[in-house]
T-cell receptor, first 111, second 115 residues
């Protein structure tokens, strides 16, 4: 049973525009959420996180939004750059316990 | 700072053969994770170590999989015997404190192909 879902396997965006990647989770008790970025033949690298006490966290071009009532989070990348082309995984869980990963969204930023 | 090191990067074996993967976490990281990633899926936790203790191995298929982290640093994941369905990427990750929300740093993974 998939606890974290990324329903869009792929996304294409023009350079300079906004990329929005979505993630849904099923367990309302999850209190911490992360986004990872993965290039081919490399392991995932941490991008940005948010705790359940916040609804927004921003780091440069990357912003994560959390809607606890909808059990939904999203990653916004503004402006998108060709180097952002990668697979993005969201992960959710509880501090001190296992984190569950989504199936990933492959982002392509078109120059 | 050196990252998480895994070897080998690629392994091709025939079914029923044994295979082992090695992981060296980031220096000072007490928590070590082994994940399995199937094609088109996200990483799935197999086992989590706090120092040398396996604190969560509920997802590890214990009939054929085993892991160890004898001195609380390096870790080895073994499959014996391997089956066709074990073909996947095996990822190792480490973090600095127990079950923390600190970043998990991933290694590049070992891609296993079972023929």
């Amino acid at each position: 049973d998939q606890q974290v879902k990324q329903n869009s396997p792929s996304l294409s965006v023009q350079e300079g525009r906004i990329s929005i990647l979505n993630c849904d989770y099923t367990n309302s008790m999850f209190d911490y959420f992360l986004w990872y970025k993965k290039y081919p033949a490399e392991g995932p690298t941490f991008l940005i996180s948010i705790s359940s006490i916040k609804d927004k966290n921003e780091d440069g071009r990357f912003t994560v939004f959390l809607n606890k009532s909808a059990k939904h989070l999203s990653l916004h990348i503004v402006p998108s750059q060709p180097g952002d082309s990668a697979v993005y995984f969201c992960a959710a869980g509880n501090t001190g316990n296992q984190f569950y990963f989504g199936t990933g969204t492959s982002l392509t930023v078109i120059p | 700072e050196a990252g998480v090191v895994q070897s080998p990067r690629y392994k091709i074996i025939e079914k029923k053969q044994p295979v082992a993967f090695w992981c060296n976490p980031i220096s000072g990281h007490n928590t070590l994770y082994w994940y399995l990633q199937n094609l088109g899926q996200g990483p799935e936790l197999l086992i989590r170590y706090e120092n040398e203790e396996a604190v969560d191995d509920s997802q590890l298929p214990k009939d054929r999989f085993s892991a160890e982290r004898l001195k609380g640093v390096d870790s080895t994941l073994k499959i014996q015997p391997a089956e066709l369905g074990d073909s996947a990427v095996y990822l190792c990750a480490s973090s600095s404190s127990p079950g923390s929300t600190d970043t998990q740093y991933f290694g590049p993974g070992t891609r296993l192909t079972v023929l």
